[in-house]
């Protein structure tokens, strides 16, 4: 399986309020992701 993601930037790691404010924006850059179909399970799994 193939996970798309990215890094946060280094300066806020040191910064909680900055760390917040960017996986915040992550969280919800997530949720309006399209959602991906599952595939079909092939015969005989």
Do not use: I, S, T
């Not at 040191?14 to 850059?29: C, I, K, N, Q, T």
């Amino acid at each position: 399986m193939v996970m798309n993601y990215r890094r946060a930037p280094a300066d806020v790691y040191d910064d909680a309020e900055a760390l917040r404010e960017w996986a915040g924006m992550a969280v919800a850059a997530g949720l309006r992701a399209p959602r991906r179909r599952r595939r079909k399970a092939e015969k005989g799994d």
